[in-house]
């Protein structure tokens, strides 16, 4: 074996990079040219969820080999289903070994955050530089003064409906309260187009209907200091009241069943006539024009208008949309690769490209995103989801998106709340239940 | 020339009979050993127990420990006494789950039983073609249970369902039938999911135990006068009785501990009306995290098995006695 002899000019060359990219990270790599020096065969390994955007999954796993060459190290996606990111994340952490980064929605990170690595040296520069992060990120993504995720993308939601049989019963707009939803559903159920709505146990759609709902009409589910549970409220009994006739009335309601992928099938199909949905709707029918198609044979897309919000309630117009972040596992043998992945992810070239195919259902983590070419190329339905990051509110609103909050969301409290009352429990009944399930879990 | 043969009969030489002399003393010593019958017992039984208690023992251990601890995620916790069973117990939901694991595991149970039978009693009939149906029958329980399930989940879709199309088409129904979006009607199709998955178990091992009944017994019978209901009450059930107690043992433990179907079929939804203890522990422990209360949940199915297993096998020690 031929062993090859190193000159004072290799040398100091080659410490030269190795001090650069540990002092400056990836800017100090790209400015090196040339890959640090992570050991061979050091790979990194990232969990997502399976995006309702195909093509965005297409396009991280394009940009994986040249992440690859510019970390010098492996890297590797691998999507799942986004029901299983939780307790993948749980298997993970008490076995203290899987995927070194790992995609975190809603606020995860407060239910996680002895787990995970501070990512303040990475988050903070990004925010600073891309106009700052949305104030979601905040409550989701910030535990205790230290980013323990770097925000990465939010998910937006508006009410898609169906322009023509809206105008066939004589709305030109889209209704602005809820009582004119209802009076408008109830005209599309007479006619077989009734409103589509999760209303099941799934993490997307059940809950960001759920809560803003709740949020319109006065309820919460504590107050604003987070400790005292405020369920049992007018509002609240006001909204399950509501809920329950505008189910029977202008709902299908086999919602009860759906996960968050069955509005998108029923819709597409033509099965209803509005959803509380993503952009992902609008999205795959128009790049399925050939496949999804309306009554009339003509590509179903055209027909789509999107409701930036739901209606009004008596207490006003909320939403709760999707923020998503990556955070690094404490037992990841790569925090620094890690670190350095998602410094390189987040450059404006590299996550310009994956925000651009997303064409709105995923929108910027920082409002820099917002005055991106690409909102002049999309068209006017996605238009809505713009700045739609600006308006959302999380778990646990009035009070602190806290691990809490969190738990009462992953055991569907509020979901099922209205779940039970549009299957036949009396209001004040349902209410009641979860105001007991929600002391257990903030009280007890 | 006669070339001397060394080691040759009744001519060994020292040095080469000294290393086969040791071994073949070693080989003696071990082959005493083995003779000793409770060192060959502890030879038998040690890899056994390393592995259950790998496998089995300790896992078991830690989930006792953890159902006394408030160990969460990311959290080692500290120990919690009763804590968490008595939490469970005070939870609505638990006794929902526990009400449903006990319907669920009753009713496809009876199903099953008696499905099975039925299918075992034809199946031991001669008739062309029996091979095929025989392999055919076991396809249910052949195709994994996550696939079935979500075929299940099709024909049940509350949009798209084909059993509410063709009933629809066929005039049997007006409105689409709620199959899972109503709690009621989602636990009966869930009942009817795993009857059809664990009934081919059912008729398999009923089919092997029929087949061991001498049909001399079953042509004395007929001699006798018994008709075809008398023959099977009086002949082939009391015969059948040890395999049938030993398959719905099987059958209690698995649908009792049931996960995989109501986790794809319907989540424990709507409202938790589906929710299994299994399903709701998954819930609790690894969706929520809080991995103590998950374990106390899924360790009240322990004394319902123990209980219910019990009963069955000491009845079945008597039916051996008699």
């Known amino acids: ?444 | 020339m006669k070339n001397p043969i060394a080691g040759g009969a009744g001519r060994a030489a020292p040095v080469e009979v000294a290393l086969p002399h040791s071994r073949a003393s070693q080989r003696r010593t071990l082959t005493g050993l083995l003779e000793n019958e409770r060192f060959l017992a502890l030879v038998l039984l040690t890899p056994t127990v390393l592995i259950l208690g790998m496998f089995i023992a300790y896992p078991f251990g830690m989930g006792v420990w953890f159902a006394l601890s408030s160990i969460s995620v990311g959290n080692p916790g500290h120990f919690v006494g009763l804590k968490n069973f008595v939490k469970a117990w005070n939870d609505s939901i638990f006794r929902i789950a526990f009400w449903n694991t006990s319907v669920y595991t009753f009713w496809a149970t009876i199903f099953k039983l008696v499905l099975g039978m039925w299918l075992a009693l034809l199946l031991n009939r001669h008739f062309r073609g029996k091979r095929i149906v025989r392999a055919s029958m076991l396809l249910p329980f052949i195709v994994p249970t996550v696939l079935s399930t979500f075929a299940w989940r099709w024909m049940f879709d509350p949009t798209f369902s084909v059993l509410n199309w063709t009933l629809y088409k066929t005039g049997f129904i007006v409105t689409k039938l709620p199959f899972l979006s109503n709690g009621d009607w989602a636990l009966w199709c869930a009942i009817v999911v795993n009857t059809w998955r664990g009934m081919p178990f059912f008729a398999i091992t009923l089919l092997a135990g029929l087949q061991t009944i001498n049909t001399d017994l079953h042509e004395a019978a007929s001699l006798d006068g018994a008709n075809g209901w008398k023959r099977f009450w009086y002949v082939t059930w009391p015969l059948l009785k040890p395999v049938t107690v030993v398959v719905v043992v099987f059958s209690i433990i698995q649908t009792f501990s049931d996960f995989q179907l109501i986790y794809v079929l319907t989540g424990g939804g709507p409202a938790n009306s589906t929710h299994l203890l299994a399903t709701y522990a998954y819930q609790i422990g690894v969706a929520a995290g809080l991995l103590g209360e998950g374990a106390a949940i899924s360790l009240c199915m322990l004394p319902v098995l123990f209980v219910v297993v019990w009963i069955q096998l000491r009845y079945l020690r008597r039916l051996e006695g008699a």
């Open chain 1, 1 to 444: 074996m031929v062993r090859k002899e190193m000159n004072r000019r290799q040398f100091v060359k080659i410490t030269g990079t190795a001090a650069a990219v540990a002092t400056t990270g990836v800017e100090g790599i790209l400015a090196a040219r040339r890959a640090p020096a992570y050991a061979q065969g050091t790979k990194l390994h990232i969990v997502r969820w399976v995006d309702f955007i195909p093509e965005a999954d297409v396009e991280l796993r394009r940009q994986a080999p040249e992440a690859s060459k510019a970390l010098g190290a492996e890297v590797t996606f691998e999507f799942i289903n986004a029901n299983d990111l939780q307790p993948r994340i749980t298997a993970a952490i008490q076995s203290g070994s899987g995927a070194d980064i790992i995609q975190m929605l809603w606020n995860w990170p407060q239910l996680y955050a002895n787990s995970l690595v501070d990512v303040s040296d990475v988050a903070e520069p990004i925010g600073k530089a891309q106009g700052g992060y949305y104030e979601v990120f905040e409550s989701s993504a910030r535990v205790a003064n230290r980013w323990l995720a770097v925000p990465h993308a939010v998910i937006g939601n508006a009410v898609a409906y169906r322009r023509s049989w809206f105008n066939e019963i004589g709305v030109k707009e889209f209704p602005k309260t809820w009582e004119d939803y209802r009076e408008v559903g109830k005209k599309l159920k007479a006619k077989g187009k009734p409103i589509g709505q999760a209303l099941g146990h799934s993490f997307g759609d059940p809950p960001t209907f759920a809560y803003p709902f709740l949020w319109d009409f006065g309820g919460a589910e504590v107050d604003t200091t987070g400790k005292k549970v405020a369920i049992n409220s007018k509002g609240t009994i006001e909204s399950v009241k509501f809920l329950q006739a505008f189910w029977k009335e202008a709902c299908d309601e086999g919602g009860l069943a759906w996960d968050d992928t069955n509005n998108n099938r029923a819709f597409h199909a033509g099965e209803i006539s509005a959803t509380l949905n993503g952009a992902s709707i609008y999205i795959v029918a128009k790049r399925q024009k050939d496949k999804i198609k309306d009554d009339k044979g003509e590509p179903l897309f055209q027909d789509i208008e999107h409701a930036a919000l739901m209606p009004k309630g008596p207490a006003g117009q909320f939403a709760l949309y999707g923020g998503q972040q990556h955070s690094i596992m404490k037992y990841s043998k790569n925090q620094k690769l890690a670190k350095d992945f998602l410094k390189w992810l987040h450059q404006d070239a590299n996550y310009g490209k994956w925000f651009e195919v997303n064409e709105g259902y995923s929108v910027g983590a920082t409002k820099k995103w917002e005055d991106n070419p690409m909102w002049a190329k999309v068209d006017k339905p996605l238009q809505v989801f713009r700045q739609a990051a600006r308006l959302t509110r999380a778990f646990g609103h009035p009070g602190p998106a806290s691990a809490k909050a969190t738990e009462a969301y992953t055991k569907y409290v509020i979901v099922d709340m209205y779940a039970k009352a549009v299957q036949g429990t009396k209001a004040e009944d349902a209410v009641k239940w979860a105001e007991t399930e929600l002391k257990k879990i903030y009280e007890g």
